[in-house]
């Protein structure tokens, strides 16, 4: 059989390419395709504030699936911000992600209601009730002091 003509080739790894490319674009995986905010957390008492975080935003379903499993690393004040619509219970996990991670579950009102230190290799969900999830660097929260019943302040955009 005589072999396919160079041209051919590359014509066939260019569509691969292009058609990779689409899928990521429509199931979220695409890290550019994200709105970014500043969020702050602050003390609950003394309105103190304990740190500002720069958000990816996560408002959809395949934004929340895909999450920072597409991601390698967060800087040191890099989070991103899960927007589901309602209060709820939800669970999440350590799905696809190369590094430990803080998992920070807020109320509809902005109350901190649960912490969790998410190592990789967790095979369990980490489970808490909130409108938002915040995930962090591993024991951000430990090193800025942000406990349960601190405040996040939200962008009215996303509430």
């Known amino acids: 059989m005589p072999r396919p003509p160079a041209w051919f080739l590359v014509g066939v790894a260019v569509a691969i390419l292009l058609a990779s490319g689409i899928v990521a674009i429509t199931t979220g995986a695409f890290t550019g395709d994200y709105e970014r905010t500043t969020i702050t957390v602050v003390d609950a008492v003394t309105g103190t504030e304990r740190a500002t975080v720069d958000v990816r935003i996560a408002d959809t379903l395949d934004k929340r699936v895909t999450g920072l ?84 302040k939200i962008p009215a955009v996303y509430r």
Request: charged share 20%; net charge negative.
């Open 69 to 152: 499993s597409t991601t390698d690393a967060l800087g040191p004040n890099e989070g991103m911000l899960f927007v589901h619509n309602s209060e709820g219970r939800h669970g999440y996990v350590m799905r696809g992600m190369a590094f430990p991670i803080d998992i920070v579950f807020i109320d509809n009102n902005g109350a901190v209601t649960t912490i969790h230190h998410a190592e990789v290799d967790a095979d369990q969900p980490f489970h808490g009730t909130g409108r938002y999830v915040l995930e962090l660097p591993h024991n951000y929260t430990t090193a800025n002091d942000i406990t349960v019943g601190d405040r996040v």
